[in-house]
Structures are given as structure tokens and as C-alpha cells.
């Protein structure tokens, strides 16, 4: 990598740190990032190389923090408007309006898209084969909507459709091709890894803009759920008190609403709501970058506490872990809502700063998690060598092995750094370098293990 790589690389992650100020805008940004192109150019001149003009450019602009509470005192009205108001006029804003468009637009396409297997006669209600078509392909009916909006908002080139496209096309073919058992294990199986598959792969990749393989990218993707993730239950909340007053109004007069609301407003405005969900995000994204932090802030010491006391409890009580379908699902979403908040956490954290007290209580979370994890494997390994494998049972020990492994490294990494033997962009790099394995094991609980298991 040439220096001057270097520095654009440098410039580029001041940059996407400073995005993140919920006080400054874009334009603010681009005014700043000017700024500070003329300063270091000016001390290159004057004989200073790229990495000392970096550092000296930098300081003279000023801290991030100290340059946010300038913009703060400023121009403290902004954090209000800019959730509603679009910016000022001029090209900035009619891409915005251009991309507000194209969300409602697609938003209504994946409704309409939910309903369309009705006219076939296909109504989830009829009975359990109509009911596996709509758990398989469910991810389908709204997911290519969503790669369909973020093609347009990265204008990505023709040639960048081609991978997604190839898997949406494999996701179709396994989701109704495969011959699945209504109720069985391995429909369940391929309806929950289907949509991960597509998310990590498709998804992961039309958003870092046919990049995948860049680590800032791929961090910039690893941020993305947890923002959609707090506008979408935001959205939820307010679908919820509109569905109430829906049905409220209307039995007022004698009519019931209910069954409309089942059957058109619930399901219509969930698929509808990804798409306006990932929109706010990527449009509000100076506000809410800074919300999720916070809220990692505050569930990892909770999340610690309560594996601690499992912990000890389980010790204390001497019982194992139940392995029942339910309860393994439970544990493998406990464990990887831990791992999103490691990765969250991770990938708010300033690189650049001291390790601070913060970090160990991660790494608490993560020690616990991983003893969780050890625990959990025990008794899955105690129980599949009296009874067997089964699917469900195969795919939860597959993947509590994955988070075993990447919490353990995790965990090694974070140690290190703790102790200042390694920098902190080595733990970043471990998690983005990390997501293509679950992506991978993804693919083949919901491709491979349907045709292992004899479709059971």
C-alpha cells in the first residue's frame, strides 16, 4: 500500500468517525474534511511526509469531541430537525427525495409481493404445506426489495447485480424445489437460516456497494442491523397504536376490523416496514448512530449479570442445560444477541483510544458468554451420544462451535489488548473477518442439511 493510501485510509476512517457526531451533518463534514485536505497539503509542502502531516492537520482542526460540542452549541435545534427535514436544497436534496421514493415505492412493491400467492389460492391459513410455502419464502418476498433499494442508493453498476441475484435465484430453488415435510425439523430449519443466508451474503453484499471484502465496509454492515433493527420497533410501536385505533373507530360504527387488520394491515406493513426502517437509517444516520451505543452501554452489564447468575445458579442447582428444540433456539439467540452487542460495542469503540474500564466489562460479557457457550456444547454433546443427531440438534451444535471459536479468539484478543500487547483494530478485524464463516453454515443448514436428514 503506497502512502498515499495511507493517508486517503486515514482520512477516510476521520471521517466515517466523525459521521457519527450526531451534531454534524454531511455538508459539515465534507466543509471539515476540506479543512483539513488544505492543512495537510500545506505541511507536505512544507517538508513534513504523509503520516506527520496526518497527525499535525489533525490536531490543528481540533479534537472530534471538542468539534462536536462547538456544532452542538451552535446549532442545537438540529437533532430535531433532522429526523423530519431533508437538507438544504440542491443536489443533496434531490437524491434525498430520489431515495425517499424509491423506498416507499419498494415498500409497497413488498406488500404487494406478500399477497401475490393468494391469488393463486395459496392462503396461510389453509392448511400446514401453504403454511411451509409462506415460512420458506418468506425472506423472499421482501429481502430483494431491500437489495433492490440499496442498488439504487450505492448506484451500483450492472455487473454488481449478478451475486446477489445468483442468491435470490438458489434461495427460491431451495426454498421450492426441496421436497420439505410440513412441521418438520429441517422446513424450520431452512425457514430460520434462509433469511440469515440471504442477509450475509445478498444483503451484506449490494450494501458495501459490491466491496465486500473491505474491513470498513464490512464494519459499516455489521452497524446497519442495530440501527434498522431500533427504527423498525420504532415503527412497530406506532404500526401497533395505529392497528389499535383501527379497530377501535370501527367497532364504534359496528364494523369489525379485525380480520382486515390480520390479513392486510399486519403483514403488509411488517414487509413495507423493512424497507422505510433501512431508508431512515441510511437518511437519519447522524441521530441514530449515536442512540445504539448507548443502548449497548446499557444492556452488557445487564446481559453479564444475568449469564452470571444462570451461571451460578446452574452450578449451584446442578442441573443441565435442557436440549429441546425450544430451549436450544433460546440459548443460540441469547448467545448471539450477546455477540451483537460485542460487535456493536466494537464497532461504535474509537480504535484509537486507551483501553478504559468499559472494555472489561466486554470483556466480562464475553467470558461469560463464552462459558454459556461451553456449558450449552456439554450438554449437547452429552445428549446427541445417547440419542443421536437429529436437525435441529446438528444445526445448534454447529453453530454454538462457530460462536465458541469467535467469542474464544474474541476473548484472547480483547485480553491482549487489555494488557496494550496488541491494538484494538485486530479485535475489528477478527469480527468482519469472521461473518462469512456464519454465512457459509448458514447456506448449508438450509441447503444440505433438508437433503442429510432425509427431509425429517
Known sequence: MTKEEVLEERIGEWRSYLRRRQAIRSVDVEEL???????????????????????????????????????????????????????????????????????VALAVAAAVALKIPELFGLRIADDDAVASFYLCNISLFVLPFLAGFFVLTRRLPRSGWYAPALAFIAAALIANLLPFKPKGQTVVLTAIHLPIALWLTAIGFVYAGGRGRSHQQRMNFVRFPGEWFIYYTLIALGGGVLIFFTVFVFEAIGLNAQQAVAEWMLPCGAAGAVLIAAWLVESKQSVIENMAPVLTLLFTPLFAVLLLVFVAAMIWTGNAIDVRREVLIGFDLLLVLVLGLLLYAISARDSQAVPGRFDGLRLLLVLCALLVDLLALWSMVARTSEFGFSPNKTAALGLNLLLLVNLGWSAVLYVRFLAKRAPFARLEHWQTAYLPAYAVWAWIVAAVFPIVFGYR
Not at 36 to 55: H, K, M, P, T, V
Not at 69 to 77: D, G, K, N, P, V
Open 33 to 103: 474534511e476540506d479543512h483539513l485536505r488544505s492543512r495537510i497539503e500545506a505541511l507536505r509542502e512544507a517538508g513534513l511526509d504523509e503520516d506527520e502531516a496526518f497527525l499535525v492537520a489533525v490536531k490543528r482542526v481540533g479534537s472530534l469531541d471538542s468539534v462536536s460540542r462547538e456544532f452542538a452549541l451552535e446549532y442545537t435545534e438540529r437533532l430535531w430537525k433532522q429526523l423530519v427535514i431533508p437538507p438544504e436544497a440542491g443536489g443533496a436534496s434531490l437524491s434525498a427525495r430520489r431515495d425517499a421514493f424509491a423506498a
